[in-house]
């Protein structure tokens, strides 16, 4: 059973364009987070988010925890090359961690 | 220092070899991770450690060893292992066991069982 889902699971846009990646799930989690990961690296912690409704902003990056603190979206604005990677959500309750089920983006120059 | 370092950044094994992962970190946290992970999927979770000691072990074949010396040190020992176990395996630390404020990870090492 995954508990996060992401969706779309793969996703390939010019440079320039903007996207909206989502993480949803049943269950309430204390916090969510963002990782990115590029090929061959380790995932990279982009944001925390712990409060229902919490936006937070980085850069051309903007993420957001719904009020009910199940789901999570992440928009990029104007997409470059250098956001490509694998975008990973994170949720965790109790002692407690669980990582979605990925998004692969691809920015075409 | 938000740095989790890991070694060696690649590994070949043959399936009769024992070798050793290393893992640490220098920024005071009490909690680390091992995770498997396999081209763009989602890491999985094997081992957490928590104040230095075992707290979560997902059903990993006893052919990986995890091992915590101190509370910077992390180590994944490998014995016999199989060729459906080359992949990346990552290293990951927080300040606490409920990683509420997110995890670090280290870059990997990429292991080839042949």
């Known amino acids: 059973t995954q508990l996060l889902e992401q969706s779309p699971q793969f996703l390939s846009i010019q440079e320039g364009e903007n996207l909206t990646v989502y993480c949803n799930s049943s269950?309430?989690?204390?916090?969510l987070q963002w990782y990115r990961q590029e090929p061959g690296e380790g995932p990279v912690l982009l944001v925390t988010v712990v409060t229902g409704g919490e936006v937070k902003k980085l850069k051309r990056l903007t993420f957001q925890f719904g009020d009910a603190r199940k789901d999570s979206s992440l928009h990029i604005t104007a997409a470059q090359p250098g956001d490509t990677g694998l975008y990973l959500c994170?949720?965790?309750?109790?002692?407690?961690?669980?990582f979605g089920t990925g998004t692969s983006l691809t920015v075409i120059p | 220092d938000t740095e989790v370092t890991q070694t060696p950044k690649h590994l070949v094994m043959g399936m009769t070899n024992k070798k050793s992962l290393k893992c640490e970190q220098h920024m005071g946290h009490r909690a680390m991770y091992w995770y498997k992970q396999k081209a763009k999927k989602p890491p999985e979770l094997m081992f957490v450690?928590?104040?230095?000691?075992?707290?979560i072990n997902e059903s990993v074949p006893s052919r990986f060893s995890p091992e915590c010396p101190n509370s910077s040190l992390l180590n994944l020992h490998l014995h016999a292992l199989q060729p459906e176990d080359s992949a990346l395996y990552l290293c990951a630390s927080s300040q606490t066991g409920t990683a509420l404020r997110g995890q670090y990870f280290g870059p990997g090492t990429r292991l080839t069982v042949t």
């Open positions: 994170a949720g965790a309750t109790g002692n407690q961690f669980y």
């Open positions: 450690y928590s104040y230095e000691k075992l707290s």
């Open positions: 269950s309430v989690f204390s916090s």
